[in-house]
C-alpha cells in the first residue's frame, strides 16, 4: 500500500521557498509513500461557518484531498511573526464541520522556510498550534531552513545534509503514524 502525503504550501506565490520545500521532499520520501500537492489555496474563500453545508469548489476540493491522505504535510513561510492568514483560513475550513472534520486524528507534520536565518520558526509553532487544535495528530519534529534563498539546488534538493536529513526523519514520522 502507498502512503499518500498532502503537501499544502501556505506561500500563494508560484515560486516560493515553500512550494521549494515540498518539491525537496518528494526527494527524501521514504518507500512507499508519495506526496502529492493540493494547490488551489488561493481559491479558499474566507471561513464562514454560515457556508458550512454548501462552502463551494474550493473548500470542498480541500476537504477531500485532506481526507484522501494518510498525513498531510504543511509548508508554511511566515508572515508578520505568523502564518499566513490564508494558509489559517484553509485549515479552518478543515477543522470544521466541530465533530466531523477531516483533520479529526489526521497526523500531520510541519516545515517552513524563510529568507531569514529563523525559518519562519513562529510560523511553524502556530501551525502546530492550530493543527493540534483542529484535532490532528502533530508528529513530532519540524524542518525549519533559514536563508532559504541559497538552500536549494538546481534540481529542487536541499543542499545541506542534515537539512535532508531531518526532512526525512520528519516524512518517515509522518508514514508511522
Not at 520520501?29 to 458550512?52: Q, S, Y
Amino acid at each position: 500500500m502507498t502512503i499518500t502525503i498532502l503537501g499544502i504550501a501556505g506561500s500563494l506565490r508560484g515560486e516560493s521557498f515553500n512550494r521549494r520545500l515540498l518539491a525537496a521532499a518528494r526527494h527524501e520520501l521514504p518507500p512507499g509513500a508519495e506526496l502529492l500537492v493540493w494547490d488551489d489555496l488561493a481559491a479558499v474563500p474566507p471561513f464562514d461557518e454560515d457556508a458550512e453545508e454548501a462552502p463551494g469548489e474550493a473548500v470542498t476540493g480541500l476537504r477531500k484531498a485532506v481526507a484522501e491522505a494518510h498525513a498531510v504535510l504543511i509548508a508554511t513561510p511566515e508572515y508578520n511573526n505568523s502564518l499566513p492568514g490564508q494558509l489559517k483560513n484553509a485549515l479552518d475550513w478543515a477543522s470544521r464541520p466541530y465533530g466531523a472534520a477531516v483533520l479529526t486524528g489526521k497526523p500531520a507534520g510541519v516545515v517552513g522556510a524563510s529568507p531569514g536565518p529563523r525559518g519562519a520558526v513562529t510560523a511553524r509553532a502556530d501551525a502546530r498550534r492550530v493543527l493540534a487544535a483542529a484535532g490532528a495528530r502533530v508528529v513530532d519534529g519540524e524542518l525549519g531552513v533559514g536563508d532559504a534563498f541559497r538552500r536549494f539546488d538546481e534540481h529542487g534538493r536541499l543542499l545541506d545534509h542534515d537539512l535532508r536529513t531531518a526532512l526525512a526523519d520528519l516524512l518517515t514520522a509522518l508514514v508511522r503514524a
